[in-house]
């Protein structure tokens, strides 16, 4: 595991930019892996700013995002559907059939999480997987747990994620609980991982993951098994490294 300390979050996303833009130069069709949350939005501006102003091209992209939650439609704003075509998809050339996010409206779940499974092995798999990470060490939505699971998966969220998460809604009770998320394995079998963290309070996850023992209560701790994963943070993140 590579780790890279950056001096602030705006060093930060300009830095997971460049991995990101660098990984498509080297392979037009690269097959990327995405999160959502308030951590990617800095690299997100950075990398829509690069194909404005440098002609970034992700023409030949495609990209998986990590999670869905459970019950909202597309068109809800909460949607990491909307999340995604708001912060990026709607000012890039990622072509609209490349763009996979499970569907959190899907009729029956357990066919929802094999589809998209299927669809990643398709594809032959992730080159780049982006990640967040929960203040629980959750990634994707992997939830601390006393199994590592697999693949592609409905989860219920621990109330930490709710309470965090509850912030970008109109009130606590409208979070949903349930989320669509890729498996562990699915995760790990990316060819390559960049881990994203800024702020104090990602200090002690980060801690964990990277000097603690790989344990499924911090389900970001598996990565340091990862033959090429980066984890970039910015110092306030990397307090207790
Ligand atoms: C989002 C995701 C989550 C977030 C994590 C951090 O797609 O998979 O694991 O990355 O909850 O969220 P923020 O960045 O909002 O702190």
Same mark, same amino acid.
């Given at each position: 595991?590579? /780790? ?16 990101? *833009? ?5 392979k ?6 995405? &999160?959502? $949350? ?13 194909? !404005?102003?440098?002609?970034?091209? +992700?023409?030949?992209?495609? =990209? ?6 459970w019950g ?18 709607n ?5 609209p059939?490349?763009i ?5 409206? #899907? ?10 499974e299927?669809? /990643? !092995? ?7 997987q982006?990640?967040?990470?929960? !203040? ?13 699971? $697999? ?13 965090a998460?509850? !912030?970008? +809604? *109109?009130?606590? #009770?409208?979070?949903p609980?349930? #989320? /669509?998320? %890729? $498996?562990?394995?699915?995760? %790990? ?12 309070g ?6 964990? #993951? ?6 499924p ?9 990862h033959?090429? &994963? =980066? +984890?970039?943070v910015?110092?306030?993140? *990397?307090?207790?490294?």
């Open positions: 595991m590579r /780790i890279y300390i950056a001096d602030d979050y705006e060093q930060m996303s300009v830095k997971a930019a460049l991995i990101v *833009a660098g990984q498509i130069t080297m037009a069709d690269s097959i990327l892996g995405l &999160c959502t $949350g308030s951590t990617p939005i800095g690299m997100y501006k950075e990398l829509v700013k690069m194909h !404005r102003q440098q002609g970034l091209d +992700f023409s030949q992209v495609i =990209t998986f995002n990590l999670d869905e939650y909202l439609s597309p068109e809800n704003d909460q949607s990491y559907h909307y999340f995604m075509h708001e912060n990026f998809f000012h890039v050339n990622v072509k059939n490349n996979h996010i499970p569907n959190g409206l #899907a009729e029956d779940i357990n066919d929802e999480c094999k589809r998209y299927e669809a /990643i !092995r398709q594809a032959n798999g992730l080159d780049l982006v990640l967040g990470i929960g !203040r629980n060490g959750h990634i994707g939505f992997n939830e601390p747990a006393t199994e590592f699971i $697999g693949e592609t998966h409905l989860v219920e969220l621990d109330t930490d994620t709710i309470n998460n509850a !912030r970008f +809604f *109109a009130s606590r #009770a409208e979070v609980t349930q #989320a /669509i998320t %890729m $498996g562990i394995k699915t995760i %790990m079998q990316a060819k390559k991982i960049l881990l994203l963290a800024n702020g104090e990602k200090a002690q996850a980060i801690k964990e #993951a990277v000097t603690g023992e790989v344990n209560s911090v389900p970001a701790s598996i990565l340091q098994l033959p090429d &994963c =980066t +984890f970039l910015d110092k306030a993140a *990397a307090k207790y490294l």
